[in-house]
């Protein structure tokens, strides 16, 4: 083997592992959300993580590859739907010549995966009142707007990438498309039942297991290790060996402070208590912010930026709900506003050596005292936020005009685990689930079943 082989097998390694990393975090969401949410939805919605991620990957090899990577003109990738072994065995050739030191493969598989995270975090906004078919639907739709963003921002042809627009691993591309396509989606459906009363007031809806949103919380952060240190598509960076581990520096002293900045925010100026739901917020919402900037920023800017997106975040949970939208998992606030907190960042705090280390952009403002990088970001989250947002909610507003995307209320009343699958995820406690359910909304008549002890 020469030299190059070597590095092209090293790097091929590196980025396949990182692939694995970010995979895994499918199973982070599907404790944070099964947690956050009621048991009589549980089983429905941590098990979506695995029918959307297998969907998408279909339909991101068929066609989303293609538009996101393959070679083409500024607005989308032209060539390599479908690829056949050839391209995905092939470096640096057409139609993936975007990858120059991995193979096709790898690219393909490095890049499903983040599609698969923004699709997930579509449905956060959704949670426990669409229709099971919506995700399949939706899914694939979404997976095709998701290419084409990418594309714009991150494959070489791209227009924003053109203009040095700075999104390290998907601040923008994966979070923030991710929360508009929630934020639509929760529009469209309506709040939950009893979610808000006659005058507008907000009834909390606890979720059902905060050790399972503890632990989803924590597989996320061991699976940002591969997110963001991972798209360096490689061990060497410009004139740097092994940057991904600079990369994981600046996340993991994110994610700390956010985690901090989250709870004591809470404590003392909204809740009054350490909330710990506001723990786990503010570690995820530095994590979403420190993606664009983790490539691009000092240590100590990564801690200002997962501070500030932590407190971001508490206020914007409260935001969201004191306009009357419905968001269980907080989406719209954890992975939109604080995506847009970490887009900006990282063209105030952007240090010019590490701008020029990946030849994307120029410093931020902060040091050179030019606003230029501040602005391609800002044209970046507009022209992002405007076609994924209207794209977005045009399916979703379709869909739901031919025919209807919410479940009915004796299903929603009912729970999804038995509406949409025949089943429960804790049948042990079936029985006073719809008990309990039946006592709070008397309009809808459910008859308890038997208890297994009765039975």
Known sequence: MTPGDLTIGINTVWVVIAAVLVMFMQAGFAFLEAGMTRMKNAGHVAAKNVLTFALCSLVYWAVGFG?????????????????DAS?????????????????GGAGYLFEVVFAGVSVAIVWGGMAERAKLWVYFAFGAAFTVIYSV????????????????????????????????????GALL?????????????????????????????IILWFGWFGFNPGSTLGIVSGDRIGFFAYVATTTNLAAAAG???????????????????????GVLAALVAITAACGFVEPWAAVLIGAVA??????????VERLGIDDPIGAVAVHGMAGVWGTLATGLFAAPSLAATLATGRGGLLYTGDPHQLGVQALGLVSVGSFTFTASFAVLWAMNRLWGIRVEERSEVDGLDLAEHGTWGYPEFAGAA?????????AVTVPAEPSPQAA
Request: proline residues 6%; charged residues 10%; hydrophobic residues 50%.
């Open 67 to 83: 538009i996101a990577f393959g070679n083409g003109n500024g607005l989308i990738g032209t060539s390599g739907y479908a690829p």
């Open 87 to 103: 391209a995905l065995l092939s470096v640096g050739k057409a139609p993936f010549s975007f990858f120059g030191g991995i193979p």
């Open 149 to 184: 963003v990418s594309h714009w921002v991150w494959q070489s042809d791209g227009w924003l990438f053109r203009l040095g627009m700075q999104d390290f691993a998907g601040s923008t591309v994966v979070h923030y498309q991710g929360a508009l396509a929630a934020l639509a």
């Open 189 to 217: 459906l309506g709040p939950r039942i009893g979610r808000f009363g006659p005058n507008g007031q907000s009834n909390a809806i606890a979720g059902h297991n905060l050790p399972y949103a503890v632990l989803g919380t």
């Open 259 to 281: 985690g901090l900045s989250g709870i004591l925010v809470s404590w003392a100026f909204v809740h009054r208590k350490p909330d710990l739901s506001m723990l786990l917020n």
């Open 310 to 319: 932590a407190a971001v975040a508490v206020w914007g949970i409260g935001f």
């Open 434 to 442: 719809v008990v309990a359910v039946a006592d709070a909304r008397p």
